[in-house]
C-alpha cells in the first residue's frame, strides 16, 4: 500500500498528502499554522463531521498550548512565570503541569541532558524570542546564562503543580511542548469521536485507528542511507530531534540549536539526527531531545537501558551511518 502523505517533508519524514485515486471520499485533510510551524491532519471522517468543526478542535487545542507554553507570547502562563519575582511559586495549569512532570522525570534519568530551565543558555547562543545578537557569546555572558540554569531549583511540585521561581530562571520547554500540542489535539479530535487518524505539528506525528481498508497509517523516516525505513504508525507517535534544521555560525564556527545544560554549550558531536518511537508524541519529543544532547554513544547506551526505540543518524565521511535501538521496530512492508 502507499504512505499516508508523498508530497509533504518535514522533520525527517516523507508523507503523501495528495489524495489516492482509491481513497474513499471520507479520508479527508486539514493543515495550518501554529507555534512558528505548520500542523497537519489525515483523518477518516464516516460521520461526515463539518471541517469546520475538526479544524475549531484543533485550533482550540493548539491555542491552548500557545497560551500556556509558548515563550514567544508575552502573556503566555511561561511567560509570567519566567517575570515573576524570586521567591514566588507559579500554580501551573493542567496541560503545563503534565508537560513539566514529563520534563522532570527525563532532567533526573539524564542527569540534566534536558532541561527546562535552559532558556538563557539558548538566547545566549543566539537562539529564541529572547535571542542574543552577534556572534559567539562573550564568557561573562555565557557564565551569567549558566549560573541561571537548573531544574532542579524549580523545587517542582508534581502534585499540585506548582514552580518555584528562585529569580532569573526562564523556562524553554521547546523539546518537548510541540509533542505535547500533537499528543492534545489527538485528544480534541478523539471528543468529536475521530479514531482514525494521523496528525502532525513540525514535524512530529501521533497516529491512532487506521487507515480505511484497515492498513496502519505509515511514514518514511528519512536519514537512513542503507534503505527507505517504512514505520507504521499504529497507536504510536514520532518525533525527530538533530542539528539540521537552526544552526548559527560566526568566524567558520557552526552550532546548532541544541544546547547542553550540562556544559552549556550546543552539542558537537556527529550525530545528524535522533528519532524516536513511542506511545505519547510528548515523550518522543522529550527523548528526541535528550539523545540528541547525549549523543551518538552515551545517548544510545541511555536509550537501550530505558527500552527507547530510537534511530540514531550521525554524520560520517562518506555518507551518514544509521544504528537502531533493540526496541525500534523491523521496516514494515509496502
Given at each position: 500500500?502507499?504512505?499516508?502523505?508523498?508530497?509533504?517533508?518535514?522533520?525527517?519524514?516523507?508523507?503523501?498528502?495528495?489524495?489516492?485515486?482509491?481513497?474513499?471520499?471520507?479520508?479527508?485533510?486539514?493543515?495550518?499554522?501554529?507555534?512558528?510551524?505548520?500542523?497537519?491532519?489525515?483523518?477518516?471522517?464516516?460521520?461526515?463531521?463539518?471541517?469546520?468543526?475538526?479544524?475549531?478542535?484543533?485550533?482550540?487545542?493548539?491555542?491552548?498550548?500557545?497560551?500556556?507554553?509558548?515563550?514567544?507570547?508575552?502573556?503566555?502562563?511561561?511567560?509570567?512565570?519566567?517575570?515573576?519575582p524570586a521567591g514566588s511559586r507559579y500554580v501551573l495549569p493542567a496541560e503545563f503541569a503534565e508537560v513539566m512532570r514529563c520534563a522532570s522525570r527525563w532532567a533526573a534519568a539524564s542527569g540534566g541532558a534536558i532541561d527546562p530551565t535552559v532558556g538563557p543558555l539558548v538566547a545566549c547562543w543566539g537562539f529564541g524570542p529572547e535571542a542574543r545578537e552577534g556572534g559567539l557569546p562573550a564568557a561573562k555572558a555565557l557564565a551569567d546564562?549558566?549560573?541561571?540554569?537548573?531544574?532542579?531549583?524549580?523545587?517542582?511540585?508534581?502534585?499540585?503543580?506548582?514552580?518555584?521561581?528562585?529569580?532569573?530562571?526562564?523556562?524553554?520547554?521547546?523539546?518537548?511542548?510541540?509533542?505535547?500540542?500533537?499528543?492534545?489535539?489527538?485528544?480534541?479530535?478523539r471528543a468529536l469521536g475521530l479514531v482514525d487518524l494521523l496528525f502532525e505539528v513540525g514535524g512530529e506525528l501521533r497516529g491512532t485507528g487506521q487507515r480505511p481498508g484497515g492498513q496502519p497509517w505509515q511514514v518514511l523516516v528519512d536519514g537512513d542511507p542503507t534503505k527507505a525505513r517504512r514505520v507504521a504508525l499504529a497507536d504510536m507517535t514520532i518525533a525527530t530531534s538533530g542539528d539540521r534544521w537552526h544552526r548559527r555560525s560566526h568566524e567558520g564556527r557552526h552550532w546548532s540549536h541544541t544546547i547542553d545544560p550540562r556544559t552549556g554549550e550546543p552539542v558537537a558531536h556527529a550525530l545528524a539526527s535522533v528519532t524516536v518511537l513511542h506511545v505519547e508524541c510528548m515523550q518522543a519529543d522529550a527523548l528526541a531531545t535528550v539523545l540528541t544532547v547525549l549523543g551518538p554513544d552515551e545517548g544510545f547506551d541511555f536509550a537501550q537501558q530505558h527500552d527507547v526505540a530510537a534511530l540514531f543518524v550521525s554524520h560520517g565521511d562518506a555518507s551518514p551511518a544509521a544504528k537502531a535501538t533493540r526496541a525500534w521496530p523491523a521496516p514494515a512492508r509496502a
Open positions: 500500500m502507499g504512505i499516508s502523505f508523498s508530497t509533504w517533508r518535514a522533520g525527517g519524514y516523507a508523507n503523501a498528502a495528495v489524495p489516492r485515486p482509491a481513497d474513499p471520499a471520507t479520508l479527508q485533510q486539514l493543515g495550518g499554522q501554529t507555534m512558528g510551524t505548520t500542523w497537519s491532519l489525515r483523518f477518516d471522517n464516516p460521520r461526515m463531521l463539518t471541517l469546520e468543526q475538526v479544524r475549531a478542535a484543533v485550533e482550540s487545542a493548539l491555542g491552548r498550548v500557545i497560551a500556556q507554553m509558548s515563550h514567544w507570547e508575552p502573556d503566555s502562563d511561561i511567560s509570567r512565570f519566567n517575570r515573576a546564562a549558566r549560573a541561571r540554569v537548573g531544574w532542579s531549583r524549580l523545587a517542582f511540585d508534581s502534585v499540585d503543580g506548582s514552580l518555584l521561581q528562585p529569580g532569573g530562571v526562564a523556562l524553554d520547554l521547546s523539546g518537548i511542548a510541540k509533542g505535547f500540542a500533537v499528543d492534545h489535539g489527538v485528544e480534541a479530535l
